[in-house]
């Protein structure tokens, strides 16, 4: 249980501090003999900080108990 809450305590401050990244992903729009035409795409991928402080919080909590119980 203590591995999970320094997991969690990471992993929700990271999405605390960055809040979304783009996924670039290439996609092939023609391919004329030895002539490759790509396009790049840029998805971006966003959430909210709140949902990194729940997760951090819940890590807090998990350490906290974790604790107790030993």
Do not use: C, H, Q
């Amino acid at each position: 249980m203590k591995t999970l809450g320094i997991i969690l305590i990471i992993i929700g401050a990271l999405m605390t501090v960055f809040t979304g990244f783009n996924l670039v992903t290439k996609k092939e729009v023609a391919d004329i003999g030895p002539v490759e035409i790509n396009k790049e795409e840029k998805t971006p991928i966003y959430w909210s900080p709140i949902t990194g402080g729940i997760l951090l919080v819940a890590g807090i909590i998990i350490m906290v108990s974790s604790k107790r119980g030993s």
